[in-house]
């Protein structure tokens, strides 16, 4: 946490890590018909708690503080729009304040549990798929309308729409938090698996012009990835293995980029702008993961990357293993993306042409149209078996559809290296 004495960077901790706990905390109270009275009301907690605290110092328990104003806030603006009587209204405010003490930092593991419930919600089968990352960014991630936007590469009023319908469909539902049971949340798992993936990979490698990562959306993946792993009701091998996969990814977030912003490949990093503390983490979760009976596909991705960065550390990469997990992932989660890296793993362990095969065998009929990374890989593959020609070819190829400055900068210093 920052230091006390610092008003504002305390406030955008709080933004950051708190917003999210504290509106499904509310709107657990309020039902989940009030969602948006929620994260109005937060909001506002923290737009109060800028100018307080500016003036006055933070106070003892910053998130109590928070809770109350937020709290009050959502009641004063009920009992100004209710047509019930006052004394309706004071119930409602009584069953709001019940407990009022229970969300402080003193008590992680409700707030947690109030955060879980909120995300399965967002999941939930009646909100459309595409609506769900949308919500999810908003009200576990407070991210705003235009940085959703940015982030799912959409139109802000289309973002709008999505979000204005998911809250629809759950206040017609009339579902509230409390009715989320455990054969439910083992249900969506995976639904919330793929949003929090999806929120990982886009700060990974973004999709805007002008900016590969974005760190912030792989921090607060990171964060609903660990909240999963450590949940009773979501523990379990199967998310270990999702944050073991993430945190191999996040440790090496700095080392990615250049000074100038060029994209640093792999074998370019440097192991001392890496996060080591991350990194053992990441081993920790995947020892983890294999204790359990079950396989999935983050099982296969982390042991991918699990081989990758022993094989940094060491000096010596495994391409045995690397390609056995491949073909695990590629049984698991059958897509052209994960044949292209298995077929450069193919190549790396028994030769150029091997991998080349592994290309002619893979529909690639829509990627070759519009996906530069299948020029890149066939580049990739011309260039180790030696024919130059053919790689000077596919790599230009794949600089006309890379999406990102720095993808471009990426294949234009192998072409380069090729003339």
Request: charged residues 25%; proline residues 4%.
């Amino acid at each position: 946490m920052p230091e006390r004495t610092d008003p504002n960077r305390l406030v955008d901790h709080f933004f950051r890590h708190e917003s999210a706990r504290l509106t499904a905390a509310l709107t657990r109270r309020l039902g989940i018909r009030h969602l948006q009275l929620a994260e109005d009301a937060v909001q506002v907690a923290l737009s109060r708690a800028l100018a307080s605290w500016s003036l006055r110092g933070p106070p003892d328990q910053p998130a109590a503080w928070l809770w109350r104003v937020a709290s009050n806030h959502a009641i004063d603006t009920l009992r100004r729009e209710s047509k019930q009587s006052s004394r309706d209204a004071d119930e409602l405010a009584a069953l709001i304040n019940d407990r009022a003490d229970s969300p402080t930092s003193d008590a992680d593991e409700e707030l947690d549990d109030h955060l879980l419930r909120m995300i399965f919600v967002c999941c939930d089968p009646l909100v459309p798929m595409e609506s769900q990352s949308s919500l999810a960014l908003k009200t576990l991630c407070g991210f705003s309308v235009e940085e959703i936007a940015r982030a799912l590469v959409s139109r802000r009023d289309g973002v709008i729409k999505r979000i204005t319908r998911a809250k629809a469909r759950l206040r017609d539902s009339r579902i509230d938090l409390s009715d989320i049971n455990a054969d439910q949340i083992r249900q969506r798992l995976p639904d919330v698996q793929r949003v929090v993936y999806l929120i990982f990979n886009e700060g990974y490698s973004s999709t805007q012009p002008d900016r590969l990562i974005r760190t912030e959306l792989c921090e607060e993946a990171v964060r609903l990835a660990l909240l999963l792993a450590e949940h009773p009701l979501t523990s379990g091998s199967n998310s270990a293995a999702f944050l073991a996969l993430l945190l191999f990814h996040a440790s090496r977030l700095d080392a990615r980029l250049d000074d100038h912003g060029a994209i640093l490949l792999f074998g370019q990093q440097e192991l001392h702008d890496w996060d080591l503390r991350l990194l053992r983490e990441a081993f920790k979760w995947f020892e983890q993961a294999t204790t359990g009976s079950s396989v999935s596909r983050y099982h296969a991705e982390a042991m991918i990357a699990a081989e990758h960065c022993r094989g940094k550390l060491t000096g010596a990469t495994d391409w045995a293993s690397v390609l056995s997990a491949y073909d695990l992932l590629c049984n698991l989660a059958p897509s052209p993306v994960h044949e292209l890296n298995r077929a450069i793993a193919m190549a790396h362990h028994r030769g150029a042409a091997a991998g080349l095969e592994c290309m002619r065998r893979i529909d690639g009929s829509r990627l070759a149209d519009n996906y530069y990374l299948w020029h890149a890989t066939m580049g990739e593959l011309h260039m180790m078996s030696g024919d130059h020609p053919s790689a000077q070819r596919c790599l230009r190829r794949a600089w006309e559809l890379a999406p990102t400055q720095a993808e471009k900068e990426l294949v234009c210093q192998k072409i380069d290296g090729l003339e």
